[in-house]
């Protein structure tokens, strides 16, 4: 367990949002001036002059209002230089919202344009839509349209009573009819839980799933007691201030810091603690039979230092499943945020490759266990 979340905190350490974050951080704690930020960050006086304005709209919230909308303004702003557009355009996305039976809200992030060929997005646990903000613009030049999904209990998307895979799925079916998606497959791609999530839809509705990209996700998690997420358990949920509820997280802060939001009664985690431990809990087991349950051609993203997927295996994966290329790259359990490049070239390729998966002789098994060092 604690290499596992040694991991979560290497990798959140890195990237761009985590550098939106200490600079938008540091506009809010030290005031809006673009000089000093450009002097603190090295940035040029432009980019300065967007963290300022930005900080600046976050100090006006009012606590009273609905302010995640507001917030993620500000950082589309900031991530993508400009306002947050009405209408999809390439690499940048339009938040959109979806009420299921149960009144419960589904929040997504439709990165366009429009007339793209839709690809959706499924995070892991403590994710959300956005992590797939820079593989989307990456894909954006391929005429791919992302729409990534804030999962149930994640993000902007409402809590839900249960965790479990059916209701994850009913979730996924709920957002491809709303879309008007459902009427041919389409490539899914989902990173630990939502890899999972992702090749249980293949198997339960190959109709709706023309590909798969697995991205370390397992086919097999040891059943452990308590379960791994269970170090959220003394975790607020709330606190009045961003800073408190920061300084509440502890060693955790860089794992849970991108995904604070606004909320009514001051700052909140991006889950609640308690149900990601019941999502945890329940992903727990063997997904064999759904993994070996699709025949659509898939990628395997496998991180080679993953304390969540072993690099046996991913192999074994692999190798049981007819279609399936494994892509090995030099990276722990989030090779798509620690080598985004490698891993977007990866995507790609894959992609370009006809629907059917077929090589040329018409032999599925010429795409199995491709193992790409990407070093």
Not at 28 to 55: M, P, Q
Not at 231 to 246: F, I
Not at 340 to 364: M, N, Q, Y
């Amino acid at each position: 367990m604690q290499l596992f979340f040694a991991d979560q905190r290497k990798v959140w350490k890195v990237g761009r949002d985590a550098r939106v974050d200490r600079q938008l951080d540091e506009a809010l704690t030290h005031g809006a001036d673009r000089l000093h930020l450009a002097l603190v960050f090295g940035i040029e006086e432009k980019t300065a002059i967007r963290y300022a304005n930005s900080a600046r709209q976050l100090l006006d919230l009012d606590p009273e209002d609905n302010g995640r909308e507001v917030l993620w303004h500000v950082r589309v702003s900031v991530l993508y230089g400009e306002a947050m557009p009405t209408e999809p355009a390439p690499g940048q996305p339009v938040r959109a919202h979806l009420t299921t039976p149960d009144g419960r809200c589904l929040s997504y992030l439709d990165f366009g344009p429009a007339e793209g060929r839709p690809l959706l997005g499924l995070h892991g646990h403590l994710g959300e839509g956005a992590d797939f903000a820079d593989l989307a613009r990456d894909l954006s030049p391929d005429g791919w349209r992302v729409v990534a999904l804030d999962q149930r209990g994640h993000g902007d998307s409402d809590r839900a009573k249960q965790y479990d895979r059916n209701g994850y799925l009913d979730d996924l079916s709920l957002l491809l009819t709303h879309l008007d998606l459902d009427h041919q497959p389409l490539p899914v791609l989902g990173h630990s839980l939502g890899a999972i999530n992702a090749y249980y839809l293949a198997a339960a509705r190959p109709d709706a799933v023309s590909a798969l990209i697995n991205i370390d996700g397992p086919a097999h998690l040891p059943i452990v007691n308590p379960a791994p997420l269970s170090v959220l358990l003394d975790l607020p949920y709330s606190a009045p201030t961003r800073q408190e509820l920061l300084a509440a997280c502890g060693s955790l802060t860089p794992l849970l810091e991108n995904g604070l939001r606004p909320h009514h009664d001051g700052w909140r985690l991006g889950s609640h603690p308690t149900d990601m431990i019941d999502s945890d809990t329940r992903l727990l087991g063997d997904h064999w039979h759904q993994w070996l349950g699709s025949h659509c051609p898939a990628l395997l993203l496998h991180g080679t230092g993953s304390t969540v997927l072993s690099t046996a295996q991913a192999r074994e994966m692999a190798s049981r499943r007819p279609g399936t290329t494994l892509v090995e790259l030099n990276a722990d359990h989030w090779p798509h945020l620690r080598r985004p490049k490698e891993s977007a070239a990866a995507i790609r390729r894959f992609l370009s490759v006809p629907p059917t998966g077929l090589g040329p002789g018409g032999d599925r098994s010429q795409r199995r266990g491709d193992h790409g060092s990407g070093a």
